[in-house]
């Protein structure tokens, strides 16, 4: 077998985008905006601003201007493909903001269902987000830095993603007050858009997984065999082989074991499932790893194997 790096057919490689600037529209018209929460980043400053001024194409505006201003730093340091797609999303952000019906899904107030408003907007633009890194885009916005710190420092983008919010938060924080003069609303803002930023940042996370790591142990008798597997299907991978004694039987077995990134490891199972080799295997989360690890391009794709003509 022989590695593959997978895409999409072109149609819905490019049709991916429009789909999750739908879901980040639609998370943004009913869910966000009807709770006046603050999201991260170049759109929590231009939703704060437009709740200020209490206008929908005051958002529109601000936030196209923000991200044609992130796209020209994306096309010159992150490269054309992630950049084009990133460009349709943010359009079709815009143009579905402005075209989709108001549709009141429940009442904002805090004594009502702001609550689980603000949950479903998190995890509706979540899932938008993890859908666009997956397809290896962005909805724009602080995803595009995250995505080019995340591949200098190899961290999860949710990090990120948090980091972005606090900026946009305390100015957002600082236009309600000016708008209520009241500190239990500004507080009140505060902790929903905290519950949003972190359910939405777990969301990315859970789905999106290139810099999380597994450790993956294997225990078989054909080392040759599990061994050429691991190097054609991850070659950037290094492994190392050791010799132990079963507990039970006494007899001697070769172990392998490697890390490798959570995107990477459903590949090698499968691999390892379709041989029909007997091998134990078992495997588990690993917080970080230091020293070198190298990764495939980010516009690259997603690894599949492609098994040899016979």
């Excluded at 739908?22 to 929590?44: D, H, N, Q, W």
């Excluded at 995803?143 to 190899?154: M, T």
């Excluded at 050791?242 to 490798?260: D, N, Y």
């Amino acid at each position: 077998m022989k590695q593959k790096i997978y895409k999409l057919n072109p149609i819905f490689e490019y049709l991916l985008p429009i789909l999750a600037g739908f879901l980040y529209a639609v998370a943004i018209k009913y869910f966000i905006r009807p709770t006046a929460i603050i999201m991260t980043g170049t759109e929590g400053i231009s939703l704060a601003t437009s709740y200020y001024v209490d206008s929908e194409i005051t958002f529109v505006i601000m936030y196209s201007i923000f991200q044609f201003i992130l796209l020209i730093f994306s096309f010159i340091k992150i490269g054309f493909r992630f950049s084009v797609k990133t460009l349709i999303t943010v359009i079709s952000v815009s143009f579905f903001i402005l075209i989709l019906p108001m549709i009141k899904f429940g009442s904002p107030e805090p004594e009502n269902e702001r609550l689980v408003l603000v949950v479903f907007g998190a995890i509706i633009s979540g899932v938008a987000k993890a859908m666009s890194f997956k397809n290896r885009g962005s909805v724009g916005d602080e995803d595009i830095i995250a995505v080019y710190i995340s591949e200098k420092l190899r961290k999860p983008v949710g990090r990120t993603i948090i980091l972005s919010g606090i900026i946009s938060t305390i100015y957002g924080l600082c236009l309600t007050y000016l708008q209520t003069q009241s500190i239990p609303d500004m507080a009140n803002t505060l902790i929903y858009t905290t519950i949003f930023v972190f359910i939405s940042s777990e969301t990315v996370n859970s789905i999106y997984k290139r810099f999380k790591y597994s450790k993956i142990v294997i225990n078989v008798d054909n080392t040759e065999l599990v061994s050429n597997i691991i190097k054609n299907t991850l070659p950037e991978r290094s492994f190392t082989i050791c010799e132990v004694t079963g507990g039970f039987s006494g007899e001697k077995r070769k172990q392998i074991s490697l890390i490798l990134s959570q995107e990477e490891l459903p590949v090698l199972l499968n691999v390892l499932n379709e041989i029909g080799e007997k091998c134990f295997i078992h495997y588990n989360q690993v917080d970080g790893v230091a020293g070198r690890f190298p990764f495939r391009n980010f516009s690259d794709g997603i690894i599949r194997v492609k098994k040899n003509k016979k």
